[in-house]
C-alpha cells in the first residue's frame, strides 16, 4: 500500500473509476498553467525540493580556514483537498447508475486546479513560489474597455516581449473575463478570437480562470518551469456508515527562469484599483 | 542440458559467481518457457482425451517455475525489478504503460481498477506536444 491508501476505501472498481475519470475531466478543463508552461516530472511522494544550484554562505566558520556554504533548494509544496462521497451513491455505479453525484470529486478538482494555477500565475509567496505575472519585469499593459481592441493590445505586449530578445511562440492565458470578451468579439464580422490565434500569436488563446485580465506569455520552452513530485492523485482519508472522504493531492512547486518572457494585460478598471 | 557451460558465450573463469548463477536462471526460464510451447501444441494435437489433460497440466506445471525463476531474476537484478514493476498488472495499453509512468510516475494502480500508477491520475503535462 501507497500514501493514498486506496485499498482500504468501501469503494468498487467501478466507482474508483468513476471517480478518476470524472477528477481528470475537471482538472484538463480548468488547469490552464500546465497547457503553458514546462513539467518537470513527476517524480513521486519522496521527492522533496528542486535544487538550486547555488549556495549560501554561512558567516561563521566551524574550524578557522574552513568556509561553509549551504545549498539553496526550493521545496515542493502539498496540497490537499477533501472529497466527501455518499457511500450508497457510490454503490449505484455499480448497479449500472450512469448519472452518479460526483459534485464533491467536481468541486475538489476546480479547487485544486485553481489552487495551482494560482501559484504560477500569481505566486504563493509563503511557498516560495513566485508566480508569473509579479515576475514580469514588465508595467501592466491596459486593455481597453471596448473589447474590440484585444487585437491591439496584444500586438502591443508581443512587440515588447520581441524587443527584450524573447522569441515565439506566443500564447494568451486569458481570465474568466477576458476570455469571453475575446469569444464574444467580431471585428466587421470576423472573430476576435479567430485574428488573435492565427493571425498575431502563434499559440493557443487558453481559458485561465485563476487570472485577472490576461497574460501574454512565450512556450518556447526553457523560461517557466513546474516541478510535480505526486502528480495529481486521489487518495482515501476515512469512511463511517454513510459517507467515505477520499482527498485530491499532489506536491509541486513553481520557478520563473525567465521573468521577462511574460507581459500582464490588466482591464483598465483593474488599474484604477 | 541447457544450463550447463556449453552454453556459456564467454569462457567460463571469466564469469563472476554472479554471473554464472543469473545464466543458470535465465536458461532456466527459457527451458521453461520452451517447455510451455511444447505442451501447449502437444495437447492441442493430441486425440486421446485422458493425455490432453496431462499434457495441459504439465504445461501449467512448466508456467509456476517460469514465474518462480522469473521471480528469482527479478529479486536479483534491479532492471528487471523495475520493468516488472512497470509493466506487469498494468492496466489499459501494453505499449502505453511505459508513457504513463512516467507520467505518473509508476503504472500500477494501488487501488480497484485506478489506472495510473501509484493512484495518480496521469495528467501531467498538458502543453500541446508533450503528454
Redesign the interface.
Known amino acids: 500500500?501507497?500514501l493514498?491508501k486506496?485499498?482500504l476505501?468501501p469503494?468498487?472498481?467501478?466507482?474508483?473509476?468513476a471517480i478518476?475519470n470524472e477528477?481528470?475531466r475537471v482538472?484538463?478543463l480548468n488547469?490552464a498553467g500546465?497547457?503553458?508552461?514546462?513539467?518537470n516530472g513527476?517524480?513521486?511522494?519522496e521527492f522533496a525540493a528542486v535544487n538550486l544550484g547555488r549556495l549560501e554562505l554561512i558567516r561563521d566558520q566551524p574550524v578557522p580556514g574552513v568556509s561553509v556554504g549551504r545549498r539553496r533548494v526550493q521545496p515542493l509544496i502539498e496540497l490537499r483537498t477533501p472529497i466527501l462521497l455518499d457511500t450508497m451513491e457510490l454503490d449505484s455505479i455499480a448497479r449500472g447508475a450512469d448519472d452518479p453525484d460526483l459534485g464533491p470529486v467536481v468541486e475538489a478538482a476546480e479547487k485544486i486546479a485553481h489552487a495551482e494555477d494560482n501559484a504560477i500565475f500569481n505566486g504563493y509567496r509563503e511557498a516560495g513560489i513566485a508566480g508569473i505575472i509579479e515576475s514580469s519585469p514588465y508595467a501592466p499593459l491596459e486593455i481597453p474597455a471596448d473589447g474590440l481592441h484585444y487585437p491591439h493590445a496584444i500586438v502591443q505586449a508581443k512587440e515588447l516581449l520581441r524587443e527584450a530578445g524573447v522569441s515565439g511562440p506566443f500564447a494568451l492565458a486569458a481570465g474568466p473575463k477576458a476570455y469571453n470578451e475575446i469569444s464574444q468579439g467580431s471585428e466587421d464580422g470576423y472573430p476576435i478570437r479567430k485574428r488573435i490565434e492565427q493571425q498575431i500569436i502563434d499559440g493557443?488563446i487558453i481559458w485561465a480562470p485563476s487570472i485577472d485580465g490576461a497574460v501574454l506569455l512565450s512556450?518556447r520552452g526553457g523560461d517557466f518551469e513546474l516541478t510535480v513530485g505526486?502528480?495529481?492523485?486521489?487518495?482515501?482519508a476515512y469512511h463511517e456508515r454513510q459517507n467515505v472522504e477520499l482527498y485530491l493531492t499532489e506536491s509541486f512547486t513553481f520557478r520563473v527562469l525567465e521573468p521577462a518572457a511574460a507581459i500582464y494585460l490588466r482591464h483598465a478598471s483593474e488599474l484604477e484599483v | 542440458m541447457a544450463g550447463g557451460s556449453d552454453s556459456y558465450h564467454e569462457p567460463y573463469e571469466l564469469l563472476t559467481e554472479e554471473s554464472k548463477n543469473m545464466h543458470r536462471a535465465l536458461v532456466t526460464v527459457m527451458e521453461e518457457l520452451e517447455a510451455i510451447d511444447w505442451y501447449q501444441q502437444r495437447a492441442e494435437a493430441c486425440s486421446d482425451a485422458d493425455l490432453k489433460k496431462i499434457l495441459l497440466h504439465n504445461k501449467n506445471e512448466e508456467i509456476e517455475h517460469a514465474m518462480m525463476s522469473l521471480e528469482w531474476i527479478r529479486r536479483n537484478n534491479p532492471v528487471f525489478s523495475d520493468q516488472a514493476k512497470t509493466y506487469l498488472f498494468s492496466n489499459g495499453p501494453i505499449t502505453e504503460v511505459e508513457k504513463n509512468a512516467m507520467d505518473g510516475g509508476g503504472a500500477r494502480g494501488s487501488g480497484g481498477s485506478a489506472p495510473a500508477a501509484g493512484g495518480s491520475l496521469g495528467i501531467g503535462s498538458l502543453k500541446k506536444g508533450r503528454k
Open positions: 500500500m501507497d493514498l486506496r485499498d476505501a469503494i468498487l472498481d467501478e466507482a474508483w473509476e478518476d477528477a481528470r482538472l484538463k488547469l500546465r497547457k503553458l508552461v514546462d513539467f513527476p517524480f513521486g511522494w493557443p512556450i505526486q502528480d495529481l492523485s486521489i487518495g482515501y
